[in-house]
């Protein structure tokens, strides 16, 4: 087990190096000048001038790096022209805002998704099967930002159910004392149910919107995944011992046909951290999405470097987990290391 | 006194519904098993053999039923019974095993693990109890450290061994019937005979019923008491296993007897009575009227390739990490230094299970992948040097070519056979013009017996023995001194493979082409080759002329391949009595 | 398989077609997804010189009106008609589509077969280039090279191209590396073919249907990337007609109850993806020629 992870680490680090080399060639090999972009529009001749000068832009490019690494490794990802602030800071704070909402919105889906690829795979021709295959294909056609106003629409305008998407909490709460920074888990520590349900139902739109959005792939994954091994020479065989369907479903299927599912969360993450931004945005809600956004509209250059750089990280630390998990499941794998 | 039948099958008849309408598989079946009995069902590829059987487990496909007839095993009608019924007979009173055993096992699950699910869906066991049961049942297939073996994951055990953890599963709670649909396709000769002697074995001493169901009417006769003889969806013939092999009544029976390939016959006797092949000039060449000038020499050839494992970078890492020299060397000599030549007009057998290195041999001397050390020599050229990328381009490519063994993948699906067959012509003929080149087409077609209007046809519209031919057509388009055959009818039914392979007698006398026949049938062998060679590992273990090889083997490998072969024995033995009652 | 003969089938482009019009006769739903997608074509091609109204004009006095017999659609916050900017929006969207996927196909299709037949530094080269864009959450890649290169609808398309570019080549280079070794292509090179020879006329024509399968899902991903890049104010600027940028300006009144500015926009989107879609799967059914009798 240990070799395994140890290997899988290994994969990883590559991955992060091509990382941090494009992330830094996304902002040195520009067209025009970088010092220019860093200084922002409004920027005088004067400090654009300095700006060259602090981020070494004269240098050769070998030695640009060389300090952009060490500035990562001093988590130094400069400073935010709007705010002032530095960006590793802002992206502390407003992190744990979008992973609450992103981590909300996939467990929704799964709970939904797999259970319903399953029923339509076990039962083809049904109408369950008719609505997964809709679901699959309507799914992925939906614009993840059109499925979140349109959301707003029904839910706040027409029904009055939901809140004003207005960001994580109505105006008249505070957020609950800061022990993990998702709203649900600190509120319930703190023992205030109240704080609680005011956060799920600021939360309840914005992650139906990602629910939906990542329902389509992994429904259309997990049916097809269990028709293809439902379809497989050692369910036949499991079928002619007589093992009961529950057995047969659960312990012989369903197993085998999570591994394809699973390799296909990393793509489905990928999606989603992408989704998250386009989310963020039509609920305003405070995460490092609209943080990215609203550095884009100013054109302030380090907080999206950071931004893309954060994301980017996060990600590869997903797909090692995801590897990871995969490596547990599928003996072959494991064994093979 | 006349038992009940264990099973009786009577009128049956299975329908699919597909694309084109229902389709009926099997027509009209009658069949009936008494206890204790073996049974075989023999018959080649859309016979309806295997849709039987699962008619009488009740596991067929979806789209598949019972139209007509009636199944009834032991006193259950299995065609009225319910799922939940039929799930209690099914791996209790009759089981099932099939073929590729690999694929037949949960990949994520040890092995002992699946036979406990069997034995406790059924109550034949306990919780506490089942992995005991379950390691003896691992014993009792023959399986060597059966406690280890428990903890196995298919994946980590050789095709045989799965074969045997099947068998097991199917025998774990003592059923009445079992069921074996091609078991022993896809595993090696040698293996074939121990996991069928322990079938065999297995099924008599528990008194067991079973039918074993394949297209090899030899292993039929060897190991099972009576023949059932299908053809597409009919029985047309019920015999004991004596009365099938040595006097069939049925036209077609009498067919596929002729056609299985069996010493004591030769080549033209494989095809149906009354059928004579095209007929041609010269019969076998015998051995001293050939050219003495050796047409392809090869000498102390080796191939070896890197073992598997991290490469560059990751390699690297791994030695910094490991304490001590390698666990084990770091290649893998698939030809470990062989040595043999072929005469001008000889055709040469090379024999031997998978991964022998057979294949890797012939590749080589196709020259489509490079040697890594020795010589290969054409016609006094030394052809070994050449690099391979760089060979395709030689008027001597011409000279060498191939009949590969799968048809379906050797012909590019998107040309059609007058394409495909042209190809080599274009590229190396030399003949100038559409017109010229269609005519050297039609020309081939018509040495191949393939019928003119199937050369406009795409692969997908063209039976298997039609593929094949459209195959030889285009390996000899280029009148090659040398044609290499990798196992070139393994993948037909035994009547097309018949067939076949008279043609590749023909075209050999009447173009004098020397053939390089790489097989692990003996027994085809032995009808096409004047000399053979038996491999082993990479190692040539014996050669010499084929019937001296046959008949009085010196290397132990050799008598144990021979010896594995199916042989039905009915001159010395007392038949088999049909019930125990 | 006996060995008789099957009927005479035909071939050709006749037949290609009577076998395209049985299968969309078979399934209604391929055979929409055809007319949608002849649709969009034609809304694509002939928008701009048959809408009602200028789709930049505006009217102040006409803004924020409902769907109505005058403006199908509504009008906006400036009183644009909304009909109009919707059909003369899909040109745009469309051509920022095709642009993409033809430059990834051409990009990302080749150096896909080349990895995949040649093996060795071509394969890892490409691969290595792969895992760095797929390490990357892919719109946020997106969002990031736009950023660095510029606000331009080039630059869109550009991104789009690079984002997809891992999808494509892993799809190439499974199916060419499936290809390297087959019967077929083992018998051409026996029978004189150079490698580039076996690439360009055998191995390629046995891709080309799955990879324009591909061409068609990537449609669809290409449209959604470029309007979520235009919903956050990357790509095309106003007063363009983009859907993207259609729905951003109509979100905020989403709020306050002006549906209709978001919605159509949006709608077309989803629709246009979903025809995509759809015809992605029934071209699948058509081009396979293991069923063509």
Same mark, same amino acid.
């Given at each position: ?8 680490l ?7 190096i091509?990382v ?5 060639l996304?902002?040195?090999a520009l067209?025009?000048d970088?010092a220019?972009y860093?200084?922002?529009p409004a920027a ?7 700006i ?13 790096f ?9 988590g130094d990802?400069?400073? @935010? +022209?709007?705010? !002032? ?8 704070t ?6 609450e $909402? *992103? #981590?909300?919105?996939?467990?929704v889906?799964?709970?939904?998704a ?6 339509a795979a076990?039962h083809p ?7 997964c ?9 939906l614009p993840v ?10 839910f706040y305008?027409?029904l009055?159910w939901a809140p004003?998407?207005?960001g994580?909490?109505?105006v ?7 022990v993990?920074?998702f709203?649900?888990?600190? @509120? +319930?520590?703190? !023992?205030n149910l109240?704080?609680f349900?005011?956060s799920?139902?600021q939360?309840?739109?914005?992650? $139906? *919107? #990602?629910a939906?959005?990542s ?13 293809a ?6 369910v036949?065989?499991?079928r002619a011992?007589?093992?009961s ?7 012989y299927a369903?197993?085998?046909a999570m ?9 489905v993450f990928?999606f989603l ?8 945005k039509v ?8 943080f990215?956004?609203?550095?884009l ?5 380090a907080?999206?470097?950071g931004?893309?750089l954060?994301m980017?990280v996060?990600?590869?630390?997903l797909n090692?987990m995801i590897?990871?998990l995969y490596?547990l ?7 093979e290391? | 006194?006349?038992?009940?039948p264990?099973l009786d ?6 329908e699919?519904?597909?694309?084109r309408g229902?389709?009926?598989?099997v027509?009209r079946?009658?069949?009936?098993i ?12 859309g016979?309806?053999?295997s849709?039987t ?8 496909d979806?789209a598949?039923r019972?139209?007509?007839?009636s199944v009834?095993f032991s ?8 799922e939940?019924?039929?799930r209690?007979?099914?791996?209790r ?11 037949a096992?949960?990949?994520?699950r ?15 066991a ?6 005991e ?6 014993d009792q ?7 280890e073996?428990?903890?196995?994951y298919p ?6 061994m799965?074969?045997?953890v099947v068998?097991?599963?199917a025998?774990a709670c003592q059923?009445?019937l079992l069921?074996?649909?091609?078991p022993t396709t896809?595993?090696d000769v040698?293996?074939q005979k121990?996991v069928?002697?322990l079938?065999?074995?297995?099924t ?14 030899g292993?039929?006769?060897?190991y099972c008491?009576?023949v059932v003889?299908m053809?597409k ?7 004991s296993?004596?009365a099938i092999f040595?006097?069939?009544?049925h036209?077609y029976?009498r067919k596929l007897?002729?056609a299985t ?8 006797e494989?095809l149906p009575e ?5 007929p ?13 000038t050796?047409?392809?020499?090869v000498?102390?050839l080796?191939k070896?390739y890197?073992r ?10 791994g ?5 001590g020299?390698?666990?084990e ?7 470990d230094?062989?040595?043999?030549s072929i005469n001008r007009g000889e055709?040469?057998?090379l024999v ?8 890797t041999?012939?590749t080589?001397?196709?020259r ?11 016609d006094?050229e030394?052809i070994?040097d ?6 395709a381009?030689l008027?001597?490519r011409k ?5 590969f063994?799968?048809p379906t ?5 998107r040309?059609t056979a007058?394409?495909a067959i042209a190809d080599p012509?274009?590229?190396l ?8 080149i269609r005519?050297r087409?039609?020309e ?5 017996d393939?019928?003119?209007d199937l ?7 063209l039976s298997?023995?039609?593929?094949a ?10 009148k090659p001194?040398?044609?290499i055959?990798?196992e070139p009818t393994a993948?037909l039914d035994?009547s ?7 043609l ?5 006398d009447?173009?004098g082409?020397?053939y390089?026949?790489?097989s692990?049938?003996l027994?085809?062998?032995?009808l096409?080759?004047?000399?053979v060679?038996v ?6 273990v014996?050669h010499g002329p ?5 008949f009085?083997p ?7 391949l021979?010896a594995a072969?199916p042989?039905p ?5 007392p ?7 | 398989?006996t060995?008789?003969?099957a009927?005479?089938p035909e ?6 077609t ?5 299968v969309?006769?078979?399934?209604k739903?391929t055979?929409?997804?055809f007319?949608?997608?002849l649709?969009?074509g ?10 009602p109204h200028d789709?930049?004009a505006?009217?102040t006095a006409a ?8 403006h199908?659609?509504g ?9 109009s900017?919707?059909?003369?929006a ?5 051509f920022?589509a095709l642009?993409?996927?033809a430059?990834?196909f051409?990009?990302g299709?080749?150096?896909g077969?080349a990895?995949?037949f040649?093996?060795g530094?071509?394969d890892r080269?490409v691969?290595r280039i792969a895992?760095t ?13 736009v950023a660095a290169l510029?606000n ?5 398309i550009i991104a789009?191209a690079?984002v997809?570019f891992?999808?494509?080549a892993r ?8 290809r390297?070794e087959?019967g ?6 026996l029978?004189g073919?150079s490698?580039?020879?076996i690439?360009l006329?055998q ?5 080309m249907?799955i990879?324009?399968?591909q ?18 104010g990357l790509?095309v600027r ?7 940028i259609m729905v951003a ?12 500015i978001a919605?159509?926009p949006g709608?077309?989107?989803?629709i ?11 071209l699948?059914e058509?081009?396979?020629p293991q069923?063509?009798?």
């Amino acid at each position: 087990m240990l070799s395994l992870m140890i290997k899988r680490l290994l994969v990883a680090v590559p991955s992060l190096i091509g990382v941090v080399i494009v992330t830094f060639l996304l902002t040195r090999a520009l067209p025009g000048d970088p010092a220019a972009y860093f200084a922002g529009p409004a920027a005088t001749k004067e400090a654009i001038e300095q700006i060259r000068v602090k981020l070494g832009l004269e240098q050769p490019l070998i030695v640009q790096f060389g300090r952009y690494v060490q500035d990562l490794a001093k988590g130094d990802l400069g400073h @935010s +022209l709007t705010t !002032g602030q530095p960006v590793a800071q802002e992206i502390r704070t407003r992190l744990p805002a979008s992973a609450e $909402l *992103t #981590l909300l919105g996939l467990f929704v889906s799964m709970l939904v998704a797999v259970p319903l690829g399953i029923a339509a795979a076990t039962h083809p021709g049904s109408l369950t099967d008719h609505a997964c295959r809709v679901v699959a294909t309507a799914g992925v056609s939906l614009p993840v930002f059109f499925t979140g106003l349109i959301l707003v629409y029904v839910f706040y305008y027409l029904l009055g159910w939901a809140p004003a998407p207005l960001g994580r909490l109505d105006v008249f709460f505070s957020p609950p004392p800061q022990v993990t920074g998702f709203y649900l888990i600190d @509120s +319930l520590i703190a !023992g205030n149910l109240e704080l609680f349900w005011a956060s799920l139902k600021q939360l309840f739109l914005p992650a $139906l *919107t #990602l629910a939906i959005f990542s329902l389509a792939p992994i429904a259309r994954m997990t049916r097809a995944s269990m028709l293809a091994v439902l379809a497989s020479d050692f369910v036949r065989t499991a079928r002619a011992s007589g093992l009961s369907s529950t057995t047969v479903i659960v312990t012989y299927a369903f197993r085998n046909a999570m591994i394809p599912v699973v390799t296909t969360l990393g793509m489905v993450f990928s999606f989603l951290l992408g989704a998250n931004v386009l989310v963020e945005k039509v609920f305003a809600w405070p995460g490092i999405g609209s943080f990215a956004v609203e550095a884009l509209i100013a054109s302030d250059f380090a907080p999206l470097q950071g931004f893309v750089l954060t994301m980017a990280v996060m990600y590869v630390g997903l797909n090692l987990m995801i590897d990871i998990l995969y490596g547990l499941i599928d003996p072959r794998v494991r064994l093979e290391a | 006194m006349t038992a009940i039948p264990l099973l009786d099958v009577h009128d049956l008849t299975v329908e699919f519904a597909t694309r084109r309408g229902v389709v009926r598989a099997v027509q009209r079946v009658n069949l009936s098993i008494a206890r204790g009995e073996t049974v075989g069902i023999v018959g080649e590829s859309g016979s309806g053999k295997s849709v039987t059987s699962y008619a009488v487990m009740r596991i067929l496909d979806r789209a598949g039923r019972i139209a007509e007839g009636s199944v009834r095993f032991s006193s259950i009608d299995v065609r009225q019974a319910s799922e939940d019924e039929m799930r209690e007979l099914r791996g209790r009173e009759m089981s099932m095993i099939f073929q590729n055993p690999r694929a037949a096992l949960n990949p994520i699950r040890k092995v002992g693990r699946q036979i406990e699910d069997v034995l406790l869906e059924h109550v034949k066991a306990t919780r506490s109890d089942a992995t005991e049961k379950a390691i003896d049942l691992l014993d009792q297939v023959r399986i060597a450290r059966p406690r280890e073996r428990y903890h196995a994951y298919p994946f980590e055990l050789s095709g045989g061994m799965c074969q045997r953890v099947v068998i097991a599963l199917a025998l774990a709670c003592q059923p009445q019937l079992l069921i074996a649909d091609e078991p022993t396709t896809g595993l090696d000769v040698t293996t074939q005979k121990t996991v069928m002697e322990l079938i065999v074995g297995l099924t008599h001493q528990r008194s067991m019923s079973t039918i074993l169901i394949t297209h090899d009417l030899g292993l039929a006769a060897t190991y099972c008491d009576r023949v059932v003889v299908m053809e597409k969806g009919h029985v047309v013939e019920t015999a004991s296993a004596r009365a099938i092999f040595t006097a069939p009544s049925h036209r077609y029976s009498r067919k596929l007897m002729r056609a299985t390939p069996r010493p004591g016959v030769s080549l033209r006797e494989l095809l149906p009575e009354g059928e004579t092949p095209t007929p041609t000039s010269a019969s076998v060449t015998p051995l001293n009227a050939m050219d003495r000038t050796p047409l392809l020499v090869v000498d102390k050839l080796i191939k070896e390739y890197p073992r598997k494992g991290l490469d560059g970078v990751g390699a690297m890492l791994g030695k910094l990490v490991r304490h001590g020299p390698a666990p084990e060397p770091d290649v893998f000599r698939a030809v470990d230094g062989i040595s043999f030549s072929i005469n001008r007009g000889e055709s040469v057998g090379l024999v031997g299970e998978s991964g022998c290195g057979k294949s890797t041999t012939s590749t080589m001397v196709m020259r489509l992948i490079d040697k890594t050390s020795g010589s290969i020599v054409f016609d006094g050229e030394d052809i070994g040097d050449i690099p391979a990328r760089s060979f395709a381009r030689l008027p001597l490519r011409k000279r060498i070519q191939m009949v590969f063994q799968d048809p379906t993948d050797s012909l590019n699906p998107r040309f059609t056979a007058a394409r495909a067959i042209a190809d080599p012509l274009l590229r190396l003929g030399g003949i100038p013009g559409r017109d010229a080149i269609r005519a050297r087409c039609e020309e081939l077609a018509r040495q191949v017996d393939l019928p003119l209007d199937l050369l406009d046809r795409f692969p997908h519209q063209l039976s298997g023995g039609q593929k094949a031919r459209v195959g030889i057509a285009r390996a000899i388009a280029l009148k090659p001194d040398l044609v290499i055959l990798d196992e070139p009818t393994a993948a037909l039914d035994v009547s097309v493979q018949a067939v076949v392979l008279n043609l590749l007698q023909e075209l050999k006398d009447t173009l004098g082409m020397s053939y390089l026949f790489v097989s692990h049938d003996l027994n085809v062998v032995r009808l096409l080759c004047g000399r053979v060679i038996v491999m082993q590992a990479g190692r040539i273990v014996e050669h010499g002329p084929t019937e001296r090889v046959l008949f009085a083997p010196e290397a132990q490998y050799t008598r144990d391949l021979l010896a594995a072969i199916p042989h039905p024995k009915f001159d010395d033995e007392p038949a088999r009595m049909v019930a125990h009652s | 398989m006996t060995d008789v003969t099957a009927p005479r089938p035909e071939s050709g482009p006749a037949a290609l077609t009577r076998h395209g019009r049985h299968v969309i006769g078979e399934n209604k739903v391929t055979g929409f997804a055809f007319a949608l997608f002849l649709l969009i074509g034609l809304a694509a091609l002939f928008g701009p010189h048959i809408v009602p109204h200028d789709p930049l004009a505006s009217d102040t006095a006409a803004a924020l009106k409902p769907p109505s017999v005058r403006h199908w659609f509504g009008t906006d916050q400036i009183g644009r008609d909304v009909f109009s900017r919707v059909v003369v929006a899909t040109r745009l969207d469309l051509f920022i589509a095709l642009a993409s996927v033809a430059l990834v196909f051409l990009m990302g299709g080749l150096a896909g077969v080349a990895a995949g037949f040649f093996g060795g530094w071509t394969d890892r080269i490409v691969g290595r280039i792969a895992d760095t864009i797929m390490a990357f959450p892919l719109f946020v890649l997106a969002m990031g090279i736009v950023a660095a290169l510029g606000n331009s609808v080039q630059n869109i398309i550009i991104a789009t191209a690079i984002v997809n570019f891992p999808l494509y080549a892993r799809v190439a280079r499974a199916e060419a590396n499936v290809r390297r070794e087959v019967g077929f292509v083992l018998a051409a090179r026996l029978s004189g073919n150079s490698e580039a020879r076996i690439v360009l006329g055998q191995v390629l024509p046995n891709i080309m249907p799955i990879m324009i399968v591909q061409m068609s899902l990537t449609m669809g991903y290409a449209i959604l990337n470029a309007a979520g890049l235009s919903f956050i104010g990357l790509g095309v600027r106003p007063p363009t007609a983009e859907w993207g940028i259609m729905v951003a300006e109509g979100a905020a009144f989403m709020v306050s109850g002006e549906w209709w500015i978001a919605f159509f926009p949006g709608a077309a989107l989803m629709i246009a993806v979903f025809c995509f879609n759809l015809l992605g799967d029934g071209l699948r059914e058509i081009v396979d020629p293991q069923r063509r009798t």
